[in-house]
């Protein structure tokens, strides 16, 4: 890994400062997929330095509403701080010849470029494969494309409900086969971002054999495709088309929401066993004709479901659900954006952190997934995060770097 020393640790008196502690990751990237692997890395404890564009910085600094207005300052999109923690930006033109080789100083010394431009930009950059191995041979660079850097479609923009229709996620979203849906949050960025995140992880661990830098790419073509799971292999084995089945599913009965005295549940009810206890407790027949197995169930999907609403409805949901805990039935409420939020278990698994933001003070943002343990020891997750950063707060670097003084070793 590289050594840090001329590069600010992250903040003192947080319990880690992560697995990725010393490793430069350089983020070209902008939008959602790039910055949400950028960020990933970050959290885990590596050196984001993300550079923007001079004119305006990253698309979604635009994007909104909504928008907070500090006095004073620029106004702050909630879209761009939702990906961009941990980071530091500075603003570079890259068809600027003096930024250009700002930036080849910057990846001479970096881990990780990432980058989600179109297929061909880099190369019109002077930023091509065989000029970033000339700069670094160690460095591991993640492109992330809409449909694939080849085929015969390679090169088309991707934007995340583009690729959702195009991936065939809509097409198994929704209430009816007339009644396409995206999903409610831009899934396909995120997921060629953790796809992405993976690759670099899985390229840093062979340089440790080989000492040699990897190019990684996926897509939001790839990162959809990927997550099929059953919907794919519903069609490349069985030759069976996906269709949108709501809030009800596909395979399995009774699996989805119901309404109750005074809201919404959901139960998964995934086995023949838990379907005799949910039988035993609710005054129903397990063995009755067409319920006796998961497959009959499925066939008689609204028989079936039209038996548990009868037995839900008049039942308020506080009850019901301490009921279906009782005998081990897997539930759940629809809780609001707001209620994930304000709940007790979000909060513990660290999903919500606290950070001094240069311009809105302290601000709360969704925290990262992932927590780390020593084994049968104590939590060593970093705790300590810094917000998103303003457009080039982190200009002071080139400006060394064009001095001669070089801040990555």
Not at 252 to 280: H, N, V
């Amino acid at each position: 890994m590289t050594n840090m020393s001329d590069f600010a640790a992250v903040d003192a008196g947080q319990d880690s400062p992560g697995p990725l502690a010393g490793l430069v990751v350089v983020d070209l990237s902008r939008a959602l997929a790039g910055p949400h692997a950028a960020m990933m890395l970050g959290d885990l404890g590596a050196e984001v330095l993300k550079v923007e564009s001079t004119i305006g910085g990253d698309d979604t600094r635009n994007w909104g509403p909504p928008f907070i207005e500090p006095k004073g300052a620029d106004r702050e999109s909630t879209y761009f701080l939702c990906a961009n923690r941990n980071k530091r930006s500075v603003t570079l033109n890259l068809k600027a010849q003096s930024d250009r080789e700002a930036l080849h100083t910057l990846l001479g010394s970096a881990d990780v470029l990432i980058e989600n431009f179109r297929p061909g930009t880099m190369d019109r950059l002077g930023l091509g494969e065989a000029t970033l191995k000339k700069l670094n041979e160690r460095l591991i660079t993640l492109s992330i494309s809409g449909f694939g850097h080849d085929g015969p479609e390679g090169g088309r923009a991707g934007y995340d409900q583009i690729a959702q229709g195009e991936a065939g996620l809509m097409a198994v979203t929704g209430a009816g086969r007339h009644d396409p849906q995206r999903v409610g949050v831009p899934i396909a960025d995120l997921l060629a971002g953790m796809y992405g995140a993976f690759g670099v992880l899985a390229a840093l661990h062979e340089r440790e054999r080989t000492g040699c830098g990897k190019m990684v790419r996926t897509s939001l073509l790839s990162a959809v495709v990927g997550v099929h799971a059953f919907q794919g292999t519903k069609w490349t084995v069985a030759g069976l088309p996906a269709e949108p089945s709501g809030n009800h599913h596909p395979s399995i009965c009774p699996y989805g929401m119901f309404d109750t005295a005074d809201g919404k549940i959901q139960i998964a009810i995934g086995s023949d066993g838990l379907w005799r206890r949910f039988c035993e407790r609710f005054g129903l027949d397990p063995s009755a004709e067409g319920m006796a197995s998961n497959p009959e169930r499925v066939a008689n999907r609204d028989r079936v479901n039209d038996v548990v609403q009868r037995k839900f409805a008049y039942c308020p949901t506080d009850r019901l659900l301490a009921t279906l805990d009782r005998i081990g039935v897997p539930a759940g409420r629809i809780r609001s954006i707001r209620e994930v939020y304000e709940w007790e278990q979000t909060r513990s698994q660290g999903l919500l952190v606290d950070v001094e933001h240069a311009t809105l003070g302290t601000i709360t943002l969704p925290g990262p997934p992932i927590r780390f343990f020593d084994v049968a020891g104590p939590e060593r997750t970093r705790r300590t995060h810094t917000a998103p950063p303003t457009l080039g707060s982190d200009n002071s670097l080139i400006s060394e770097l064009r001095a001669g003084r070089r801040w990555l070793p």
